[in-house]
């Protein structure tokens, strides 16, 4: 999506569908459909081989290029856009500043906050004498060049299998990644003894400053917080939030096991036995995001302990279809008082035979022993059900640890540094 920044294409025209350019590389380029990487053709310009950051409703891309490979591609277009973002990372490290300093004031007397925020700003002012310079240049690895809808005349996105390919290629540096086929890299980092399979590839610590807009900045402003300063968890339906204290606590595997179990035995799936617990479920309701009336209560109470993120998850158990499914998000106070959603994920896990281990790590939790007890006293405890319950069970746990994992990464990459990597944010939101 658009959040405000300098469009770097503005200057481009529409043309009529562009002649095949041939692109510098290793003896013949492969064909587009061979690469790793993502294709967006400007007009009658350069062909851009990286990657698609982000592409907004409105048709708009940023695109990632690796910056040695653009340079020897198209050296007057490179020349073009280096200038063009020296002088939006002068113009956003100087933005950055201000706002760190009214970040601080805002949360004085918080010596965690405090000792992050004048970290960030020592290195915010070591960013700007770098650039002082009037030949001053980035050596990021990658280049941002953002396309209007209306500036690009193709753009072919790869599957995720072969643009991991691409990242990984791109992170041990291999030459020429963006005209290399797949297999060509493939082979390389198969005889470096890497498997793409295993590897989980961030690369957002190579690209440049991007100036953002106050949406971006609060929100990640809200991320920050919930690490440095106060974490705040929810769980519980999309219905109804519990809150759970400092980080994500296992699910309630003794309320999943009593309603899945229930669900078994009776004609109304929607009739549940026992409560909720801290992370209790639904039946019978659609899966999705917290409805609104779902968050207003974490909202609320969020904004009353001045808190400006929280991270939210809900489960759903769909017992016909023997699977569990966990939406997580985190939501963001903007100045105003308006709530954003920063980031969601669903992650949905059928029940399948589980392995003893896991059945032993499920039967041992003091909750469900409780649940079995009661199932046993009132004599539903028939094998077969209890068999499928621990499945459920069990497809909770693995579906909400994914989940975890997921969040983890995701705000691994957002927890160090107040200027990137850039937020993309809902539209609309």
Partial sequence: MNLGWMLLMCGLLIAPPPKPIKVPGIGKPPKSDDLAVDVVQIGSGPKLLGAVLHQSPRGDLVV????????RAYPEFYKKQSVREVQEAREAWRELKQRLGEWRKRRAGEDRLRSFIEMEQARVDK?????????????DQFMIIDVGARQFELKLLKPADRRQIAMLAWREQLPDVATR????????????????????VNLFDRLPIRRQSDKEWQARRALLEYVERQSLDYQGTTDLLVG????????????????????????????LLGGTGALGGTQGKPKGVASAKGLEKSRQEAADKKIEGFRATMLTLEVERRRAVVDGLFSARLDGGRWVTVWKDQEAQAAGKIDPAQRDRIRNDPQVKQAL???????????????????????????????????????????????????FLPEGD
Avoid at 244 to 271: M, R, Y
Avoid at 404 to 410: A, K, V, Y
């Fill in 127 to 139: 960013n700007l004498a770098r650039l002082e310079p009037e030949l001053a240049r980035l050596d």
């Fill in 373 to 423: 007890d009661l199932l046993k006293a009132s004599g539903l405890a028939a094998d077969d059900t209890i068999e499928i319950a621990l499945g459920v069970g069990g497809a909770t746990m693995t579906a909400q640890e994914r989940l975890n994992e997921r969040f983890s990464l995701f705000l691994g990459a957002y927890r160090h540094h107040a200027d990137g990597p850039p937020l």
């Fill in 244 to 271: 759970t204290g400092a980080g994500q606590e296992p699910p309630d595997l003794g309320a999943v096991i009593s309603q899945v179990a229930q669900s078994q035995l009776t004609s109304t799936l929607g009739e």
């Fill in 181 to 200: 086929s797949v297999s060509s890299l493939s082979k390389e980092l198969a005889d470096l003894g890497f498997s793409v399979a295993d590897e989980r």
């Fill in 64 to 71: 990632a290029v690796e910056r040695s490979w653009l340079e």
